[in-house]
């Protein structure tokens, strides 16, 4: 049991390049997330998935797309990088929705874009 | 919208000690649930403790405890008998009954002192 796998761990960027950041849970969650973590900022949710089939923009949405491919995975495309994307990327799952559920984090991918 | 407010940016204590960490709140939702993850050095992000608005109790989890004031909006995270692998970044969560994500504070650095 894995838990909630990222891909890459590691990755620089130039500008204007694209990628996409793979997320993986084992846990048969329903939801699933995608935060990017700043400096003092603690975590922003940038796009989530309540459920399969569904996505929604979070807090900061912007130079971001999402696919929710399958149950399990979950995958966060930049089109166009840009230096204010540098951050930490951390992908999350939840088993259902409500105040409970407690939110598992995969280990985070350190992006920096030059 | 939920705001989370950590004011503490670092801490230091002494081993064995016991440590508080201070959290606020502002939401308007009746039913929300308040949460602490802990991110050490190496990245993480562990879940460590939940508390539910309409708990009656204060939520303890080993060496972890939630002193819950509903009136006041608080959810200070107290650490009993720290340990050198307490050492690390310290965020207080929140997440509305409506509400997909969490709403993270800004994060408290402990460091533990031998």
């Known amino acids: 049991n894995a838990g909630v796998t990222q891909t890459p761990k590691f990755q620089v960027l130039k500008t204007g390049q694209s990628m996409t950041l793979q997320c993986a849970q084992d846990?048969?969650?329903?939801?699933m997330y995608w935060y990017r973590q700043d400096p003092g900022m603690g975590l922003r949710l940038i796009y989530y998935?309540?459920?399969?089939?569904?996505?929604d923009k979070g807090e900061v949405p912007n130079g971001y797309n999402v696919s929710r491919l399958n149950k399990r995975e979950f995958s966060l495309r930049l089109e166009s990088a840009a230096p204010s994307q540098t951050s930490v990327y951390f992908c999350?799952?939840?088993?259902?929705?409500?105040?409970?559920?407690?939110?598992?984090f995969g280990p985070g991918t350190r992006l920096t874009v030059l | 919208a939920q705001k989370i407010t950590q004011t503490q940016p670092g801490m230091f204590v002494q081993e064995k000690e016991a440590v508080t960490l201070d959290c606020t709140y502002d939401?308007?939702?009746?039913?929300?649930?308040l949460f602490w993850y802990k991110q050490p050095s190496s990245g993480e992000m562990i879940f460590l403790i939940y508390?539910?608005?309409?708990?009656?109790q204060n939520a303890t989890e080993g060496r972890y405890s939630l002193n819950f004031q509903k009136a006041r909006k608080s959810a200070n995270l107290v650490i009993s008998a720290s340990q050198l692998g307490d050492s690390a970044m310290y965020f207080c969560?929140?997440?509305?009954?409506?509400?997909?994500?969490?709403?993270f504070g800004a994060g408290t650095t402990v460091t533990v002192r031998a």
């Open positions: 846990m048969n969650h329903n939801s």
């Open positions: 939401t308007s939702d009746p039913s929300y649930g």
């Open positions: 998935s309540a459920s399969e089939g569904t996505t």
């Open positions: 969560a929140m997440r509305g009954s409506n509400d997909y994500k969490l709403s």
């Open positions: 999350a799952s939840s088993y259902r929705d409500g105040t409970y559920n407690e939110q598992f």
């Open positions: 508390q539910g608005s309409y708990d009656q």
